[in-house]
């Protein structure tokens, strides 16, 4: 069997992400630095249980660089920011 690298996927000018109506797998894959490029990111809409989920309570180092440079979470319930700030350093 062949196996091949994935592809890194550049969006170098997005800077609104709207992923409230996503599949777990595609929040997976546009959050993961290993899969997706994407330096402009500011704004990120999502559900918080989905959010939960794919970073493995805020502590999945490979989606924590896409998370830390947002300044904004729209999330579908309450946040406590403060107990995250370390995975979202500039909310």
Known sequence: ???HAPTLIKLP???LLDLTSAHLDYVEQFLCDKVTYLPSLLDLCIKYE???TVT???TNESMRRHCGQLKRLHASSTIHVD???HYF???
């Open 50 to 52: 989905l959010l939960t």
């Open 83 to 85: 107990k995250l700030h």
């Open 1 to 3: 069997m062949k196996t």
């Open 13 to 15: 000018y997005l800077v």
């Open 56 to 58: 493995n309570n805020f």
């Open 89 to 91: 350093p500039l909310l």
